[in-house]
Antibody, heavy 124, light 110 residues
Framework: QVQLRESGPGLVKPAEPLSLTCTVSGGSTSGYNWSWIRQPPGKGLEWIGHIYYSGSTNYNPSLKSRVTISVDTSKNQFSLKLSSVTAADTAVYYC??????????????????WGQGTLVTVSS | QSVLTQPPSVSSAPGQKVTISCSGSGSNIENNYVSWYQQLPGTAPKLLIYENNKRPSGIPDRFSGSKSGTSATLGITGLQTGDEADYYCGTWDSSLSVVVFGGGTKLTVL
């Protein structure tokens, strides 16, 4: 059974970078695609971005200038870095395994395994 | 304001049936596949439906999905109190180049 677990600071000061790591167990990061998704308190889900098994990335345009997602297959981990955070970045951050491919009916993009989530608060 | 529109809340009695709608457009639902997620209170979302109507292993057939044009629907039959949760639809938006989610629907089983 694939399991994901987020780790990183729960409190980040405004204007500083946010860094989180997702450790994958029960499976390999190789050959799969991985995403970060966040959820502000009491609100809905927002997709942050995605890293393909090839190493290429795809980011939410609203966050693209501040986001970097990377993968370390040797450690079976992938990471999120979000620069220059503000209070609006306060959220529960989830890592997830993504399944995505094109066929004649369109693009299939869904998340079959999720981490438990980690709350990151931006405050001085 | 979410790209996909869901009703904020729905309710029904134990044993009954409920449907949750998800409305989008030609750049998302109409031309891409829809997935649905269940988020029990205080937990991470869980995949319920993918590829419009397929259930992952372990998801009971009380849960079903369908899609028609620019809308998708999640159906739940034989409601249980344990089904009380927030439900989200999601898909790719080809114009925005982003995964989009609905705003979520809170299901209450009275």
């Amino acid at each position: 059974q694939v399991q994901l677990r987020e780790s990183g600071p729960g409190l980040v000061k405004p204007a500083e970078p946010l860094s989180l790591t997702c450790t994958v167990s029960g499976g390999s990061t190789s050959g799969y695609n991985w995403s970060w998704i966040r959820q502000p308190p009491g609100k809905g889900l927002e997709w942050i971005g995605h890293i393909y098994y090839s190493g290429s990335t795809n980011y939410n345009p609203s966050l693209k200038s501040r986001v970097t997602i990377s993968v370390d297959t040797s450690k079976n981990q992938f990471s999120l870095k979000l620069s220059s955070v503000t209070a609006a970045d306060t959220a529960v951050y989830y890592c997830a395994r993504a399944r995505n491919y094109y066929d004649i009916s369109g693009l299939l993009f869904y998340f079959d395994y999720w981490g438990q989530g980690t709350l990151v608060t931006v405050s001085s | 304001q979410s790209v996909l529109t869901q009703p904020p809340s729905v309710s029904s009695a134990p044993g009954q049936k409920v449907t949750i709608s998800c409305s989008g457009s030609g750049s998302n639902i109409e031309n891409n596949y829809v997935s649905w997620y269940q988020q029990l209170p205080g937990t991470a979302p869980k995949l319920l439906i993918y590829e419009n109507n397929k259930r992952p292993s372990g998801i009971p057939d009380r849960f079903s999905g369908s899609k028609s044009g620019t809308s998708a629907t999640l159906g739940i039959t034989g409601l249980q109190t344990g089904d009380e949760a927030d439900y989200y639809c999601g898909t790719w938006d080809s114009s925005l180049s982003v995964v989009v989610f609905g705003g979520g629907t809170k299901l209450t089983v009275l």
